[in-house]
């Protein structure tokens, strides 16, 4: 059993700690933000992420598992201990590492023994021996010689079903040169490590560029079949139909291969956008990155000037919208479509009513600049109430099952745009709207 310190309490935090101490191991979760503290110590998740609250209950009720604001504690507790703090895209295009600084100088300014630093953040390349050098400057400061070993544990886990990720990931990355190291790591994902889990031993360089090549390609799958959808809308054919066939091709796989108005999150954006800038400061220039990024910000607007081309003109047009987090089951909005698509048709004069099952409560601070223009609803029909037009940008499951016979009722022009093509386009027409998805004629 390790004894586990976990820094920063956010999607990756919160969920590490609480299947870490599932695990078996005994943890404490730790967050400069004392509100987030106090509430997972009454046992309310900050952030909606199912499943996440039974566990949190489950290990803090048996002792494993506890939160708290005070790492110097943390960390007398502890022997590994695991950086997951935010690593936001920084003006120039990489992450800012400001987090990850803060935090590795705590580590070096209060640890007492022999510790294991995980990173677990998403860093650029090279991030690691910062990491080692932050702490060791501020071992030096305090005159002490204490052994340490940082390791890359890079996180692939998915916001909505990130419990079920974590302890089912497809491969566990351990990187590291310390022998010492690895075998404590071994130890904290014994239960995956018996189970078969493939579990990947390499350098600490290897371990930080495995996340961001994988998240890259995945951005770059979905660029990919955005532009053929694209094509499909010139030429006759129907994506869905083209995706599902190429699906089934083995070597290509089908995940990934949905067309929508562009990726968003918290992390395809802001990874595809810190790993070109690695490849420029290495005059390494990576095209297909460098691209994808460009052509992403294109489609999420491309989306928005689909309606408007439809609608011909919105000065004066109300829009529902259903969605607004980047994806189902999560609240995040962290660089959404849903965000650019509504900045853009309220730049042409469109009002929006908006909703989202989960995220209304970041939708009210993130589209304050846009409030004047904007109703945020009860749910998805109040939504719909005298608007022109539905969107759907965010493919809820609850958004599925829409009584299309009130759609028709409640919006004014029967136009249904399915930004996710969850609809068949013929249920919908024979409702008596007019169907636009994506990449069909
Ligand atoms: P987040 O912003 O939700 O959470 C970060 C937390 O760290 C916050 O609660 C913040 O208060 C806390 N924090 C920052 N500095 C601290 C310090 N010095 N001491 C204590 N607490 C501190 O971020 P996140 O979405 O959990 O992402 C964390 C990292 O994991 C990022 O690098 C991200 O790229 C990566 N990642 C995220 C996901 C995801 O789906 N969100 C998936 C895989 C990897």
Redo the contacts with the bound molecule.
């Keep these: 059993m390790a004894k586990i310190a976990v ?7 919160s969920v590490s700690g609480a299947c870490l101490a599932d695990f078996g191991h005994n943890v404490i979760c ?4 004392p509100e ?1 503290i106090e509430s997972l110590k009454k046992g309310i998740i900050p ?1 909606f992420e199912p499943g996440l609250d039974t566990v949190v209950e489950r290990n803090s009720r048996c002792g494993r598992l506890s939160f708290t604001g005070d ?1 110097a504690f943390a960390l007398n507790e502890s022997n590994v201990v695991f950086i ?4 936001p895209p920084a003006d120039d295009g990489g992450a800012d590492l400001v ?1 990850v600084e ?2 590795a100088r ?1 580590i070096g300014a209060l640890i007492d023994k022999y510790t294991v630093v995980v990173d ?4 650029p390349i090279g991030t690691g021996k910062k990491v080692t050098l932050w702490i060791s400057e501020e071992l030096a400061k305090r005159g002490k010689q204490i052994e340490f070993d940082v390791v890359s544990n ?6 909505g079903s ?1 419990v079920y990720d974590f302890t089912h990931p497809d491969r566990v990355v351990i990187g590291s040169g310390s022998k010492r190291a690895r075998e404590i790591m071994k130890d904290v994902y014994r239960s995956l490590y018996l189970n078969d889990t493939p579990y990947i031993e390499t350098n600490l360089e290897s371990a930080e560029m495995i996340k961001y090549a994988s998240n890259a390609f995945l951005a770059v799958k979905i660029t990919f079949i955005n532009e053929i959808a694209n094509l499909c809308e010139k030429t006759g054919a129907d994506v869905r139909d083209v995706a599902k066939a190429m699906g089934k091709d083995g070597r290509i796989g089908s995940k990934f291969l949905h067309p929508g108005p562009g990726y968003g ?3 395809f954006p ?2 595809t956008r810190a790993l070109a800038k690695t490849g420029r400061d290495n005059n390494e220039i990576l095209n297909i990155v460098e691209t994808t990024i460009e052509t992403n910000e294109k489609q999420k607007i491309r989306a928005a000037k689909n309606i408007e081309n439809v609608m011909e003109k919105l000065d004066g047009k109300t829009l529902a919208m259903l969605g607004l987090a980047f994806k189902p089951n999560t609240d ?1 909005m962290r660089e959404s479509p849903a965000i650019s698509i509504c900045e853009y048709l309220i730049s042409r004069g469109a009002k929006m009513r908006l909703y989202d099952p989960a995220a209304m409560k970041e939708a009210l601070w993130r589209l304050t600049s846009m409030k004047d223009s904007v109703y945020f609803a009860a749910d998805e029909y109040d939504a719909m109430k005298g608007a022109d037009a539905l969107i759907i940008a965010t493919e809820w499951n609850q958004f599925r099952n829409i009584d299309l016979i009130k759609v028709k009722q409640l919006i004014t022009s029967p136009m249904f745009f399915d930004l996710r093509n969850i609809y068949k386009p013929q249920e919908v027409t024979s409702a008596g709207l007019q169907y636009f998805g994506i990449g069909s004629k």
């Design positions: 820094i920063g309490t956010g999607y990756v935090g730790v967050d400069n933000n987030k952030i790492l997951a703090v935010g690593t987090y803060t935090a705590q677990k953040s998403t860093v890079p996180e692939f886990l998915r916001e990130a999150g918290s992390c802001k990874d995040d």
